[in-house]
């Protein structure tokens, strides 16, 4: 894993853990409605051992409420790692003090470097400030209001649905160029910026579905309607037009989205990934292989688009064979061979309706 899927991952982690909904979140808002404060440290390992001073020992299950009352006294609240056990209340913590820290207050700059020097999650709920710190190894997340996410998310959604109708206009598009084969790299290169911008817009999202908990869900079914087959589908466009043998579809979806996280996509970038030298130009014509359109056949099993494409090599071959060669398929009989001419037919017409260019 690169260092920020590593980060994105934790961080979505850390955000399922104290979504709205669970019990810790629920105390942690109790706390924070309650104006005392916080310091919660959410594991008691060996490196915890040393940079706690004093204290009570409490061991009893956690209840929101239970975390409310002891949150009234000074100190740090310590829970076990999964958040189910409240250990100590009223704990001073000592970590190194040659931690860097760049928080002011005394609570804040403790989180921290309780959270550097332990690993643990440790929640810094401000007394003055009204807001949740969240830390854990060397990342600081705070917590934003419910509803003011919630609000970034509904908008996220609209951009979200625009861009994927300008997705689907362009899928669309091409495939019915593949047809007539009229397909240059620009086509190809257009969709791929599109479903780019989908998944950066989706990935997005799915920050603030973990950080919703219980809010989210109405939002996580939309996301789950609108983009659940972008990947899919951006997988066959790979296979459809890279050359290369090296690279799986889905790994090199990861590739070309490591691209977009750092900079902005370039298309010599995206035509090197999909395996094409650097003297390849936007305006050369290009074929397609034909699974993005063979899969959309009904009842055609993959495995078989597999081995049609593997015999005839381009969608355009396949379009031109005689019910008589496909015959020749493994996994292809004559009634198959009827159904797979009858549905390329219909899925051309229904482009050449559909297409807007
Ligand atoms: N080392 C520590 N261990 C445990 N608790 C601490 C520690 N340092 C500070 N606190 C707690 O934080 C409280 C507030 O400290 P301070 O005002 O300096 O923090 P702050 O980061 O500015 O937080 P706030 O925004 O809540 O004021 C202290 O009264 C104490 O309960």
């Given at each position: 894993m690169e260092w920020y899927e590593q980060k994105e991952s934790m961080i979505g982690d850390i955000l399922r853990f104290v979504a709205p909904g669970t019990p810790i979140r629920e105390g942690i808002e109790n706390v924070l409605r309650a104006n005392t404060g916080g310091l919660i440290v959410l594991g008691y390992n060996d490196k915890m051992l040393h940079l706690v001073d004093g204290g009570f020992h409490i061991q009893s299950d956690f209840s929101p409420a239970n975390l409310y009352e002891l949150a009234k006294m000074d100190g740090a609240i310590i829970l076990n790692g999964d958040g189910t056990?409240?250990?100590?209340?009223n704990a001073q913590l000592m970590p190194?003090?040659?931690?860097?820290?760049?928080?002011?207050g005394m609570r804040h700059r403790t989180a921290e470097r309780v959270a550097k020097q332990t690993g643990n999650l440790v929640v810094a709920i401000s007394q003055r400030r009204n807001v949740i710190t969240l830390y854990k190894g060397s990342l600081r997340y705070a917590l934003k209001d419910i509803g003011v996410i919630l609000t970034k998310a509904n908008q996220a959604m609209q951009t979200l649905e625009k861009y994927k109708n300008v997705l689907d206009q362009g899928i669309t598009n091409l495939g019915a160029l593949e047809f007539e084969e009229m397909v240059t790299f620009s086509e190809v290169i257009q969709v791929i910026h599109r479903i780019e911008m989908v998944l950066r817009i989706k990935n997005e999202m799915l920050n603030y579905v973990d950080e919703l908990g219980t809010e989210g869900r109405l939002i996580q079914l939309q996301l789950t309607e609108l983009v659940s087959n972008v990947e899919d589908e951006a997988a066959l466009l790979i296979k459809d037009?890279?050359?290369?043998?090296?690279?799986e579809p889905y790994y090199m979806l990861k590739k070309l989205q490591e691209v977009n996280q750092t900079e902005l996509l370039d298309d010599a970038q995206i035509l090197k990934l999909l395996g094409?030298?650097?003297?390849?130009?936007?305006e050369d014509p290009v074929m397609p292989r034909g699974y993005r359109i063979l899969n959309?056949?009904?009842?055609?099993?993959s495995l078989i688009v597999t081995h049609i494409i593997d015999r005839f090599g381009t969608l355009n071959e396949v379009v031109k064979a005689s019910t008589k060669e496909l015959v020749?398929?493994?996994?292809?009989g004559e009634v198959r061979a009827g159904k797979i001419k009858e549905g390329l037919n219909r899925i051309q017409e229904q482009l050449f309706i559909d297409r807007n260019i």
């Open positions: 056990e409240i250990l100590y209340a190194d003090p040659s931690i860097p820290s760049t928080e002011t037009y890279s050359k290369r043998s090296d690279y094409y030298s650097s003297t390849t130009k936007l959309r056949i009904p009842r055609l099993p020749v398929v493994d996994g292809v």
